[in-house]
């Protein structure tokens, strides 16, 4: 009887343990100069842990919310659209987001790429320089520290960054801006941009990202938009090649004026 | 009993535009298909493409008069799908029987968006995610 009850014991001390190891939440790793280390696989989700591959609640054969499988965005503020962007808005609202550059497999800023859970965010940091690889179009953004804008900047998606520590934050300030990329929620990009992205990883696992939204062409005042990273460990970037199968847009261009018109969409024959 | 397309509405109505166009990944479901058109059917696999940035699948699918009709299936890319337990020419392979249920194709023709693919062995796994992006027309809030 003593060595069952022993070995019961031994089982709740273990289970103890294991339970304390995984809800035990751990600092923020540093670098040798000091900085929080940033380096890592991270996904856009609230959950801790293993990959997070469905919305909470979610269940087979039921839609869920798209929005909690995808991305964690908290903002709770709508955007302050200008009333000619707000137009815009409405316009690719209507026409069911068919313009969307990505469908051309053209990279989409952050926050958008920061956002899309379903693909992983690679963090790679030295003291010189923050190095961010997106899985989703499988692009990348080299941030350099301390420094400031080129004065050749070419309007580009994605924008020119540059970084800067504020304690345990890395601040990265975004400008040049290619007019036409799709931001967020029906807001399109003008050479006017202006993103104040904020990385803080506030413990081992947890990474947060806010990032605030300046455009007078398009904004009539700032906004803000917050996500949480989640570290992955054992998660690895994989190839995303986008125009390796992708579909013509004009077949959706025919389905949005004629939705009977366009047959030929079955692929693959 | 649960209802795939009322609850789909549902999901739809609540998640609205604003944040859901913010997450479309490459290109809307509402650009190509109707959230308001569920299919649940069953074939067999004829073809499978692994590639980006949609997966597909083709399945022949007898109907009740005998004539066979090929239907494409979209679906996540090969990364999505390997790591949600998908393993290329293992989980599903040409020849293999397959239940799909999914969301229509605005042209009405036998496209799909597959949400949830049912193995021959009963085994359910996403192929895609749900609806809920380019979905309009509403307003912009």
């Known amino acids: 009887m003593m060595r069952i009850t022993c070995f019961m014991m031994s089982c709740v001390l273990a289970a103890s343990l294991a339970f304390a190891q995984t809800s035990t939440i751990q ?38 919310p798209r929005s909690a499988a995808n991305i964690n965005t908290t903002a709770s503020d709508p955007i302050p659209f200008t009333s000619e ?62 420094t400031k804008h080129p004065e050749d900047i070419s309007p580009s998606f994605m924008g020119d960054a540059v970084g800067h520590w504020e304690g345990n934050t890395f601040v ?56 949480t990273l989640m570290l992955r460990e054992g998660a690895r970037l994989r190839e995303y090649s986008c125009a390796e199968n992708n579909m013509d847009p004009s077949v959706y261009e025919k389905m949005l004026k004629d939705p009977t018109s366009s047959q030929s969409f079955i692929r693959g024959k | 009993m649960r209802n795939p397309a009322s609850r789909a509405a549902v999901a739809i109505a609540l998640t609205g535009w604003l944040s859901a166009a913010t997450l479309s990944a490459h290109h809307s479901f509402g650009v190509a298909f109707d959230a308001t058109k569920t299919v649940m ?27 066979v009709v090929n239907w494409t299936l979209e679906g996540y890319p090969p990364n999505v799908l390997e790591r949600t337990g998908w393993k290329k020419d293992v989980t599903i392979k040409v020849g293999d029987t397959l239940t799909f249920f999914g969301w229509l194709a605005r042209d009405g023709s036998p496209f799909a968006h597959l949400r949830e693919a049912t193995l021959a062995d009963g085994k359910k796994l996403f192929f895609g995610p749900p609806a809920g992006t380019g979905e309009g027309p509403a307003t912009v809030r």
């Open chain 1, 172 to 227: 990265a300030d975004v400008v040049g801006f290619k007019p036409g990329g799709w931001l967020t929620g029906g807001l399109v990009t003008s050479d006017a941009l202006h993103l104040t992205e904020r990385y803080t990883r506030v413990d081992r696992d947890q990474l947060n990202y806010e990032v605030t939204i300046e455009d007078p062409k398009m904004l009539t005042k700032p906004f803000t938009q917050r996500t």
């Open chain 1, 85 to 146: 962007a707000r137009a815009l808005a409405q316009d690719i609202l209507n026409r069911r987001s068919i313009d969307d550059p990505t469908t051309r497999c053209i990279f989409a800023a952050s926050p958008r790429i920061t956002g899309v859970g379903l693909f992983p965010v690679q963090f790679v940091q030295t003291p010189t320089q923050v190095i961010i690889l997106y899985e989703y179009m499988w692009t990348h953004r080299v941030i350099p520290i301390a």
């Open chain 1, 27 to 64: 600092p923020a790793p540093k670098t040798a100069d000091g900085k929080p280390d940033l380096t890592g696989v991270y996904q856009a989700s609230p959950r801790r842990g293993g990959w997070d591959a469905e919305a909470p609640g979610d269940e087979p054969g039921v839609a869920a």
């Open chain 2, 41 to 67: 059917l069953t074939g067999v696999i004829t073809k499978i493409a692994w590639t980006n940035p949609h997966t597909h699948v083709w399945v022949d699918v007898k109907d009740a008069n005998g004539h």
